[in-house]
């Protein structure tokens, strides 16, 4: 039967290569992150708690290395214990240099929103301009019904007056019309 300490050995190895997994997956997630800023902000916290996780089980392995008998094993495990450490080292500079790669994406797609906003602001005032243009040509459309219709009552009128003379002077009577009120 294996001993105790063998056993805590084994298990603080196989924590430490799964929370490096789970550190390196969410490098991964950071490196393929578009935004926004606020899911990366997510994604660093869980980073640092798999960070803090991973350097307990290192600092446990550690430990237990300076606890055993045999000093051979105890310079084995040290020795798995400084191999942990640079890889942790690794990854801590692979998680700085995927934050950084995601913010500059981040910062470019902002901007290139904002230039894509100005052109945005431009179409809104072409169309506000030819809105007016519309607006203004209507309105000069409106005016010109107006005054024909104000030209054919004239001409009614004229023509009412020219009947109303031509029928006294024949004697036909001829009848006013007024306008109706709506009321």
């Known amino acids: 039967m294996a001993a105790p300490q063998d056993v805590h050995v084994r298990i603080c190895n196989q924590e430490i290569v799964k929370f490096d997994l789970e550190v390196k997956a969410l490098i991964q997630d950071i490196r393929d992150c578009s935004g926004p800023l606020s899911a990366l902000t997510e994604l660093n916290t869980k980073v640092k708690e798999k960070f803090q996780q991973l350097r307990h089980r290192i600092q446990e ?5 300076k606890e055993q008998d045999k000093e ?3 310079q084995i495990l040290l020795q798995e ?10 990854n801590q500079t692979s998680w700085r ?7 500059i994406a981040i910062d470019n797609l ?16 072409t169309a506000k301009e030819s809105l007016a243009q519309t607006s203004s040509t209507i309105t000069e459309s409106l005016m010109g019904i107006s ?24 004697g ?12």
Do not use: F, I, W
């Open 147 to 170: 005054r024909m219709m104000s030209q054919q009552v004239q001409q009614s009128e004229e023509a009412m007056q020219t009947l109303g003379h031509t029928g006294r002077n024949t």
């Open 72 to 74: 051979s094993e105890k």
């Open 61 to 65: 392995l550690e430990q237990s290395a």
């Open 110 to 125: 902002e901007k290139a929103e904002l230039l894509q906003g100005g052109d945005l602001l431009r179409q809104r005032k």
């Open 81 to 90: 214990v400084e191999n942990h450490k640079k890889q942790m080292l690794s």
């Open 172 to 183: 036909v009577t001829c009848l006013r019309l007024q306008p109706v009120s709506q009321d």
């Open 97 to 103: 240099k995927a934050n950084l790669a995601c913010k």
